[in-house]
């Protein structure tokens, strides 16, 4: 697929975690179709930890017992997960220690990919928290869009959003982060190609077959 928009702008919204050899060894494991689902599991939550790590970022200062200041940072506001089922649950671990945790479920026709909001249920605080949307693969944006739109509904302020992800797809990538003007994104990866079945190539294949060991 071509991009929707060739737009460099959008960048100083997105975090791409930094490209270590440690990263990319457990990135190599998580796209090798040879690996186990227990080590895949094992491999993503190092890599979640990291990404969820990765948003924890206002300038906070403080004094230390040399009586001098630190210029260090923290995170302030209160901060919930909003995970987009059945994937994006595979982060819950790593935000463990968060507020809130809710859930969307948007299900995709298989024919034509339109999205369709089925179910949303979301923390009591959540408009007056940051909210990080888990989804572990941005494909197309078409359910990354339906999430970040059905929070606006609810009152959460774009600029309060941050899409937590492991793979966008640079269609994906951009076409959310055109249509949401204030959004910011984390990830790990981002891969050129989308297959004719909308899945992220060279990419990992199905995430959520991958991580619970279901079948495709
Ligand atoms: N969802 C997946 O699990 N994998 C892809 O490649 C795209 C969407």
Known sequence: MNSPVHNASFYDRVIILEQGNF????????????????????????????????????????????GLTYSGCKQVKPICGVSILRAGESFENALRRCCGMGKILIQRDEETF????????????????????????????????????????????????????????RFG?????????ELRLVTAAIDEQLTSSRHIAPGLGDFGDRFYGTEE
Do not use: W
Request: hydrophobic share 40%.
């Open 23 to 66: 990263l990319l060894s457990c990135m190599t494991t998580l796209r090798n179709y040879e690996t186990s689902p227990i080590d895949f599991h094992r491999t993503f939550e190092v890599v979640s930890t990291q990404l969820i790590a990765a948003v924890h970022t206002d300038p906070f200062n403080v004094e230390t017992p040399t």
């Open 114 to 169: 339109t999205p369709t909001h089925l179910y949303s249920k979301l923390p009591r605080n959540i408009k007056e928290s940051t909210v990080l949307i888990l989804e572990p693969m941005l494909a197309t944006g078409g359910s990354a869009s339906k999430a970040v739109e059905s929070l606006k509904e609810k009152g959460v302020s774009e600029g309060n959003i941050i899409f937590v992800n492991l793979v966008a797809s």
């Open 173 to 181: 990538l951009e076409t959310i982060m055109t249509r949401f003007p």
